[in-house]
């Protein structure tokens, strides 16, 4: 969904768990449709942000664990800071907990980039590679936004691939 955003030069801002519904699908049984939600927040790509440099505006203010280097740096998100939030929810989803969830100040840890690495805690049906997905996750937590990867990068390391050009592979899942 991010991807799609982006690729529609829109940039969420205020990613969160509470921005994300899961939709059952009547189509298919046990199946669900992620649906992006709150995009009052929202930006295009390529304008300032209305509260960016404007003192009549009470500025951006965000969510807590969900801000990116930039929000709490004081500057206006763009694609990158959407997947550093996307990547903190892979981190929460796939690996067990939040990356900063023990740090005391969160904005400083994410300014240097202290968190706790991500890895996966149970293999995930249809990802071919999943070292490259740790690793992916672990860059979109960068502090730097120039070193995240994009998010069609995390789409496709999430939907059965590995890295580009890279046949999907079946990965066995462990029995429940």
Same mark, same amino acid.
């Given at each position: 969904?991010?991807?799609?955003?982006?690729?529609?030069?829109?940039?969420?801002?205020?990613?969160?768990?509470?921005?994300?519904?899961?939709?059952?699908?009547?189509?298919?049984?046990?199946?669900?449709?992620?649906?992006?939600?709150?995009?009052?927040?929202?930006?295009?790509?390529?304008?300032?942000?209305?509260?960016?440099?404007?003192?009549?505006?009470?500025?951006?203010?965000?969510?807590?664990?969900?801000?990116?280097?930039?929000?709490?740096?004081?500057?206006?998100?763009?694609?990158?800071?959407?997947?550093? +939030?996307? /990547?903190?929810?892979?981190?929460? =989803?796939? %690996?067990? @907990?939040?990356?900063?969830?023990?740090?005391?100040?969160? $904005?400083?840890?994410?300014?240097?980039?202290?968190?706790?690495?991500?890895?996966?805690?149970?293999?995930?049906?249809?990802?071919?590679?999943?070292?490259?997905?740790?690793?992916?996750?672990?860059?979109?937590?960068?502090?730097?936004?120039?070193?995240?990867? +994009?998010? /069609?990068?995390?789409?496709?390391? =999430?939907? %059965?691939? @590995?890295?580009?050009?890279?046949?999907?592979?079946?990965? $066995?899942?462990?029995?429940?």
């Amino acid at each position: 969904g991010i991807s799609a955003l982006h690729g529609q030069k829109i940039v969420h801002t205020d990613l969160k768990p509470d921005n994300l519904l899961l939709i059952p699908n009547a189509h298919a049984s046990g199946e669900y449709h992620l649906k992006i939600i709150d995009l009052d927040w929202s930006i295009f790509a390529d304008q300032h942000a209305p509260w960016h440099g404007d003192s009549s505006h009470d500025g951006y203010v965000g969510t807590p664990m969900y801000m990116s280097p930039e929000h709490v740096s004081g500057q206006v998100p763009d694609e990158r800071s959407d997947v550093f +939030t996307c /990547a903190l929810m892979l981190a929460e =989803l796939l %690996g067990g @907990g939040h990356p900063f969830a023990s740090v005391s100040n969160y $904005p400083e840890a994410i300014k240097r980039g202290a968190f706790e690495r991500f890895r996966l805690v149970q293999a995930v049906p249809k990802v071919a590679n999943t070292p490259y997905l740790e690793e992916l996750v672990n860059r979109a937590l960068a502090p730097d936004a120039a070193e995240r990867p +994009t998010a /069609a990068e995390l789409r496709f390391a =999430l939907f %059965g691939h @590995g890295k580009a050009g890279e046949a999907a592979r079946p990965v $066995p899942v462990p029995a429940p």
